[in-house]
């Protein structure tokens, strides 16, 4: 089950999140999503420093589903340049792993 990954993404906001996890759960993209509360992010774009609430969320999936859950963000997602960043899974409970991967198409 190395192939296993999360996927970070942030949002505008919750309904925005909402919308585009039920979205990859309902396209069978992703196995999960977690969407946690309000928080505050500072960048830099356009050459300004920017401040705003966002709310992130977290994917669970397979590895071989990034480019199109990527792609399906970018699709459903307010930003022009919306954060999608893969981190591996390195183990966990096997029987919620084996899980993971049988709710992916």
Same mark, same amino acid.
């Given at each position: 089950?190395?192939? =296993?990954?999360?996927? &970070?993404?942030?949002?505008a906001?919750?309904? +925005? @999140?909402?919308?585009?996890?039920?979205?990859? $759960?309902?396209?069978?993209l992703? @196995?999960? !999503?977690n969407?946690?509360?309000?928080?505050?992010?500072? &960048? #830099?774009?356009? /050459?300004a $420093?920017?401040?705003d609430?966002?709310? @992130?969320?977290?994917l *669970?999936? #397979?590895?071989e589903?990034?480019e199109r859950?990527? !792609? #399906?963000? *970018? @699709?459903?997602?307010?930003y022009?340049?919306?954060? $999608?960043? /893969?981190l591996?899974?390195?183990?966990?409970?096997? +029987?919620? =792993?084996?899980?993971?991967? /049988?709710?992916?198409?």
């Amino acid at each position: 089950m190395d192939d =296993l990954v999360l996927l &970070y993404v942030t949002c505008a906001d919750q309904d +925005e @999140a909402k919308t585009i996890a039920r979205a990859l $759960v309902d396209e069978r993209l992703v @196995a999960c !999503a977690n969407i946690l509360g309000p928080m505050t992010s500072v &960048y #830099r774009w356009e /050459g300004a $420093v920017a401040e705003d609430e966002e709310v @992130a969320m977290i994917l *669970k999936t #397979r590895g071989e589903m990034t480019e199109r859950v990527t !792609a #399906r963000i *970018k @699709a459903l997602h307010s930003y022009d340049l919306p954060c $999608v960043i /893969g981190l591996p899974i390195r183990g966990g409970n096997p +029987e919620f =792993l084996t899980w993971l991967h /049988g709710e992916v198409d």
